[in-house]
């Protein structure tokens, strides 16, 4: 890569600028003082919630919680206007914090970076950018985020010929898409497809729901929030971050301290009952922690999650075909408002692509079961390369010339999900292994944001500018990642699931995430920086 004494030198670039790449630069930037550029592929910031601003997104977290705490001028000149806010009013949030801290002057937009190399000669990182623009810093950041990489589905035969429109939810256009009277088909019915077949069902003259793999749908009961409601949220902010902070997986729920074990079946299902009257992830969350761990109290709440969701649906057949058998827990739990009772509608129909798979797109639609289903609207729902896509989407070479799509070919290799060895002066926000794949977002993210922002000024106030992951410390805490999966349903299962990347093909079937708590996984964090760095990383 060609550089000349024209090139930029920054002390750091920041690769995102939604809600944690917004909190890393102003980190650096305000509160350590660096010299920081940030590039972001979208038009704005917001990242995941500027992209995927598909009909029905909103967030399954409670928007108090969903947000920065850091401030509390902030926090409390913001007023949510619903206890799960729609992507509107997130990207609306996070516009509104961009123009308070000023953010954006350090911030190019429409811009993709397209690789990072390490340049061991002189230290430092060389971004090249589809702008064909390189830039260089002493340290880069990633803020890329955990769902940022839309996967879209193996078999697109004939898409190309498709004359009707078609889009992936996670690369909505800008404008509003007109789906009112038209014939539409979703593929896919995970988080983003549940939302959107519940709202494009409203008006579609026909939706047809292709649907790959059926998945546990638990009500979100969302509701405004009352003037009363607001005014006692304003004094909650350090009790709401710390009861966060505090909790398995950054939500404002606690494990039911009781065994499920200590109640007969009758008793359980009292608890199971009081459970799904509340909003959110407290179905998820704050039930008996043995859901994650112990087979048999699993599938009486799976079964009962099934048992609720059948008495929604009119049409029995429909309804098995939309039962999961997976156990609860091992794939994502989608939040609905609505979703199976779109199924007792005329206009929509189910396709369980198990039974009858599609053949390949034509002109006028589909041809599924040798039939040709004609559609003026496709909707891709079909996930994300979640985890390491973003990451292994660049062309990232670190210091022996090794790019880091072949050094993760078997799955990620990291020091507490933040750094990668042969990768030096190189930090992850919410990488893969740490607590942020599998959290409340903003919560895990300040955790990994703060800890890097205090590493570099560790290093610089010691005069340091060089910092790499010892390999055995990694190799230690990836035997620390794989222990703590080895005991959830997950690892007793064995559910396909995108949690193990294995939604995508040619992925490796592995651990992408960190099934501890968000304490465990800070005291581990703290114990390095604790120990002052060096028996985790190589500093000089």
């Known amino acids: 890569m060609?550089?000349?004494?024209?090139?930029?030198?920054?002390?750091?670039?920041?690769?995102?600028?939604?809600?944690?790449?917004?909190?890393?630069?102003?980190?650096?930037?305000?509160?350590?003082?660096?010299?920081?550029?940030?590039?972001?592929?979208?038009?704005?910031?917001?990242?995941?919630?500027?992209?995927?601003?598909?009909?029905?997104?909103?967030?399954?977290?409670?928007?108090?919680?969903?947000?920065?705490?850091?401030?509390?001028?902030?926090?409390?000149?913001?007023r949510w206007p619903e206890h799960?806010?729609?992507?509107?009013?997130?990207?609306?949030?996070?516009?509104f914090v961009a123009d308070k801290l000023d953010l954006r002057r350090s911030i190019d937009f429409d811009t993709t970076v397209t690789s990072a190399r390490y340049v061991a000669a002189e230290n430092v990182w060389e971004v090249r950018t589809d702008?064909?623009?390189?830039?260089?810093?002493?340290?880069?950041?990633?803020?890329?985020?955990t769902e940022s990489a839309p996967q879209m589905p193996e078999n697109l035969t004939g898409l190309d010929e498709f004359e009707g429109e078609w889009h992936h939810t996670a690369r909505w256009p800008q404008q509003p898409v007109d789906y009112a009277g038209k014939r539409v088909a979703v593929l896919g019915t995970g988080a983003s497809g549940v939302q959107v077949i519940t709202e494009v069902a409203k008006t579609a003259a026909s939706l047809t729901v292709l649907q790959r793999s059926a998945n546990y749908c638990v009500p979100l009961r969302n509701s405004p929030i009352t003037d009363e409601q607001h005014q006692a949220l304003q004094g909650q902010s350090r009790s709401l971050f710390e009861k966060c902070n505090q909790s398995f997986i950054g939500f404002m729920y606690a494990w039911d301290p009781r065994s499920g074990?200590?109640?007969?079946?009758?008793?359980?299902?009292?608890?199971?009952?009081?459970?799904?009257?509340?909003?959110?992830?407290?179905?998820?969350?704050?039930?008996?922690?043995?859901?994650?761990?112990?087979?048999?109290?699993?599938?009486?709440?799976?079964?009962?999650?099934?048992?609720k969701a059948r008495a929604r649906i009119d049409d029995p057949a429909v309804a098995e075909k939309l039962m999961p058998r997976y156990p609860f827990s091992t794939r994502r739990v989608t939040m609905d408002s609505g979703y199976y009772e779109a199924y007792n509608q005329d206009n929509v129909r189910l396709v369980d692509?198990?039974?009858?798979?599609?053949?390949?797109?034509?002109?006028k639609g589909m041809v599924v079961d040798g039939v040709e289903h004609e559609f003026d609207l496709i909707?891709?729902?079909?996930?994300?390369?979640?985890?390491?896509?973003?990451?292994?989407?660049?062309?990232?070479?670190?210091?022996?010339?090794?790019?880091?799509?072949?050094?993760?070919?078997?799955?990620?290799?990291?020091?507490?999900?933040?750094?990668?060895?042969?990768?030096?002066?190189?930090?992850?926000?919410?990488?893969?292994?740490?607590?942020?794949?599998?959290?409340?977002v903003p919560i895990c993210g300040e955790q990994n944001v703060v800890w890097i922002t205090e590493l570099i000024a560790h290093l610089d106030a010691g005069g340091h500018t060089y910092i790499d992951p010892r390999p055995a410390a990694q190799e230690e805490w990836g035997e620390h990642v794989m222990d703590l999966y080895q005991g959830t349903m997950l690892a007793k299962s064995g559910t396909e699931s995108y949690f193990l990347?294995?939604?995508?093909?040619?992925?490796?079937?592995?651990v992408y995430g960190y099934f501890g708590s968000v304490p465990q996984y800070a005291a581990r964090c703290d114990e390095v920086a604790k120990a002052g760095y060096t028996d985790h990383f190589v500093i000089r």
Not at 85 to 94: C, F, K, P, T
Not at 133 to 139: F, K
Not at 383 to 412: C, H, Q, S
Request: with cysteine; proline share 4%; aromatic share 14%.
């Open 131 to 145: 702008r064909d623009e390189t830039h260089r810093a002493r340290y880069l950041v990633t803020a890329l985020g």
């Open 379 to 440: 909707i891709f729902a079909t996930g994300f390369d979640a985890f390491t896509g973003a990451f292994t989407r660049i062309d990232i070479v670190g210091e022996n010339g090794v790019a880091l799509k072949d050094y993760w070919a078997d799955g990620p290799r990291t020091l507490l999900g933040i750094g990668v060895a042969g990768f030096p002066n190189f930090f992850m926000v919410t990488g893969p292994h740490t607590k942020g794949v599998f959290c409340n």
């Open 2 to 78: 060609d550089t000349d004494a024209t090139t930029p030198l920054y002390d750091a670039i920041v690769i995102g600028a939604g809600i944690n790449g917004l909190n890393q630069i102003h980190r650096l930037r305000d509160r350590s003082g660096l010299d920081v550029r940030a590039f972001e592929a979208g038009s704005d910031v917001g990242g995941t919630w500027h992209a995927n601003r598909y009909p029905g997104a909103r967030l399954d977290s409670e928007s108090y919680t969903y947000g920065y705490f850091f401030s509390e001028e902030i926090y409390r000149e913001w």
């Open 261 to 307: 074990h200590d109640f007969d079946a009758a008793g359980r299902r009292e608890v199971y009952e009081q459970l799904w009257e509340r909003p959110g992830f407290a179905k998820w969350h704050n039930g008996f922690s043995e859901v994650y761990t112990d087979d048999t109290i699993n599938e009486e709440f799976g079964e009962f999650v099934r048992e």
């Open 84 to 95: 799960y806010a729609s992507q509107a009013d997130v990207e609306r949030y996070l516009r």
């Open 353 to 363: 692509l198990k039974e009858t798979p599609y053949e390949r797109f034509t002109p």
């Open 501 to 510: 990347g294995t939604n995508v093909p040619g992925k490796a079937k592995t």
